[in-house]
Structure formats: structure tokens, C-alpha cells
């Protein structure tokens, strides 16, 4: 196994398509603002003050993160396990995020990229109602760069096509990984009701 420096690249991978270096949009344009209107998922990245990198999912109804205009996006932030990892990175990191927008059985996703701050707005709030229950604080993105990728990565992973997803008999439950993980008693709880406790506090 060998190491590679920076200039190993250069010799390894083909210089990419000048169309796809320039490809990088430094706002949104019509085609990003309709994807994110349909996005009902997206996956943010953010970094301590250590450069320590935590990616996190975030998903809602279509068009959860709303658009204000062509370079600032507002994402809620719904109730989780109160870790707040990407909350702590954007207020005591360096502030950027990466985003990655999908839309339910499309390969292309959507990346964003750019600074994030954390606000608190009770009237805005009202705007991400969902389950009842409005965010107690939003995400606002400042938006430095936005571009398609392409679809190899889902095409090759068979995301969609249940026809290709593996057999998961032989995969403990998340709760039994965790009580494992921790040297917690087995949980007596079934996945079946894991998830519905789970919905009721969505």
C-alpha cells in the first residue's frame, strides 16, 4: 500500500472535461431552485475548529430546505438526539457547508456549498411547520457554489432497484448494535416498534 502525495494524481487520473470544471454555479440558477423544490432529502457536511468532519441527514417533505433566493437557501433543523454536532461545527468551526440534495429515485444529486449560520426566528419558523411542531432554530446557507453531479455513484450502488439491495437478514437492528456498541442489556423492544415510537416524535 503506498501513500499517495498531491502530484500522484496528476499521474493516476485524466485531466477532467473542461465542462465539468466550469460546471460549478456560483448561484442558484432555475434548474437548482426546481431540484431543491422536489428534494426530500439532503446530507450536510460541517467541521470543528479542529477540522474534524461530521455528515449528517436531514430529510422532510418536498422542498424542506426553502429556497429565499438565488444565493441563500434556509434549512430546519428538526428535533434529533440533541447532539447538535453540525449546529456546534457551523457556530465554533470555520462555518462552511456542503450539502447534497436527493430527489427520491433520480441518480443526479444536487451539491451546494458554502457558509452557514444558525437563527432563530419564531416567524420563520412558522413557515417549516411539519408534524405540528415548527423548528426551534433554522440553517441559513449562504450559497458559494451549486452544481449537478453525475448519477454513476447511485447507478453502480443500485440505490433504487430493490432488486439489487442485499440480503439484510444477517444484519443485527440498529437498537442491538447500539446496546452491543455500549454494553447495554439486549433491547426487548422489536424493530417494528423501535420505528413507531420513532414517528411519534417526529
Known sequence: MTDLALEDLD??????HPLVVAKPLPKLD????????????CVISTADSE???DVSPRGGEPGFVHVVDD??????DRGGNNRLDNLRNLLGGSGRIG??????GLNDVLRVNGRGAVVEDETLAEDFMEFGKPPKALVRIDVEEAFLHC????MRGGLWEPENWPDRSSLATASEMF????GLPKPTATPEQVEANYRTQL
Do not use: E, N, W
Open 11 to 16: 499521474r493516476l487520473y485524466r485531466k477532467p
Open 30 to 41: 432555475p434548474h437548482c431552485r426546481a431540484f431543491i423544490g422536489l428534494s426530500t432529502f
Open 51 to 53: 477540522g474534524r468532519q
Open 71 to 76: 444565493a441563500t437557501l434556509l434549512m430546519p
Open 99 to 104: 450539502m447534497m440534495f436527493v430527489i427520491p
Open 151 to 154: 448519477p454513476k455513484a447511485f
Open 179 to 182: 446496546s452491543d456498541q455500549l
